[in-house]
């Protein structure tokens, strides 16, 4: 306990690499997570601020450098700085590339010796709206052979309301009422993607630690606490558990000195803080 009430003295940031193709609901995570509708602000490797138009403008002929700077920058939210996140965003079906920045961008930050600049969590959205190819080539790729260490992969399967209208729509067409329907298209969802699509990532040989289905059309507020509870049980130590905790709260050091007072198991802390 000791160590970690000293960790979250010494650091202030949980630090998390967001990645999947482009629309697969990476902002909305975040933001979910961090409370707010707006943009985040974006920070080069110096912590000077990026404005988003200088990325835009960026000529094509360096693109490729792009990938590579991009996956640098850190994303902060003002609801919550507490949280660091990194965006590889133009994960695209085939592109090996964006598979070996990820891929180095995971290696150097594993391996990072500063807990403040180690990469903790890896969020992976894969949009499950389009049916033919909900999980690529390249996303399987990525659970083929990527080995990432200590850090956890959380699997996160967005827009899986549109997997439930889908179900809904084979139900009525089966005969039942439309609130029978509705009651039972997350259940046949659910059943159908463990079927048909979510082996083929398990049975990977570096398969993510946890998987959520995410259905944020349904509630923002729906995404926040289950996202921290399956990142918290991946995570390897009670240290880190309790400094995800408490980024996700601000002002808890308080809350926290009064529980060590008290002599409460950590896991109890983390329970209540999450
Ligand atoms: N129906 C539904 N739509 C969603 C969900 N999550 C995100 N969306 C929508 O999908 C679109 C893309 O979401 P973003 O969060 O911007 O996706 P992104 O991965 O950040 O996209 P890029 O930054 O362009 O790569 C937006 O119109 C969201 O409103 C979801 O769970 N269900
Ligand atoms: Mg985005």
Not at 1 to 30: C, D, P, W
Not at 52 to 71: E, F
Not at 106 to 133: G, M, Y
Not at 223 to 246: M, R
Request: charged residues 25%.
């Amino acid at each position: 306990m000791e160590e970690a009430i000293q960790l979250r003295s010494k650091y202030q940031h949980f630090r998390v690499l967001i990645m999947g193709k482009a629309n697969a609901g990476k902002t909305t995570i975040l933001q979910a997570v961090c409370g707010t509708s707006e943009a985040p602000q974006v920070y080069n490797q110096q912590g000077r601020r990026v404005w988003p138009k200088t990325t835009l403008i960026a000529p094509s002929n360096v693109r490729s450098q792009r990938g590579i700077h991009d996956i640098e920058h850190e994303l902060r939210f003002r609801s919550n700085p507490g949280f660091v996140f990194h965006d590889s965003r133009g994960f695209e079906a085939g592109s090996k590339e964006e598979l070996e920045t990820a891929r180095a961008f995971i290696n150097s930050r594993a391996a990072e010796r500063s807990v403040d600049k180690q990469l903790h969590a890896i969020w992976f959205c894969l949009p499950t709206d389009h049916d033919a190819r909900m999980i690529t080539a390249a996303e399987l790729d990525f659970f083929k052979r990527c080995d990432t260490g200590k850090v956890p992969v959380i699997a996160l399967f967005t827009k899986f309301d549109s997997l439930d209208g889908q179900a809904y729509h084979e139900l009525r067409r089966e005969g039942f009422g439309h609130s029978e329907a509705q009651n039972g298209a997350p259940r046949r969802a659910n059943k159908q993607f463990e079927c048909v699509h979510l082996h083929r990532i398990l049975e990977q040989r570096y398969p993510p630690k946890k998987e959520l289905r995410i259905r944020s059309k349904l509630s923002p507020q729906s995404i926040k606490a289950p996202l921290a509870h399956k990142t918290s049980d991946a995570l390897d130590t009670d240290a880190l558990k309790l400094l995800l905790a408490t980024v996700q709260n601000n002002n808890v050091e308080l809350c926290i000195a009064n529980f060590v007072n008290r002599q409460v198991p950590t896991s109890l802390i983390i329970a209540l803080l999450l």
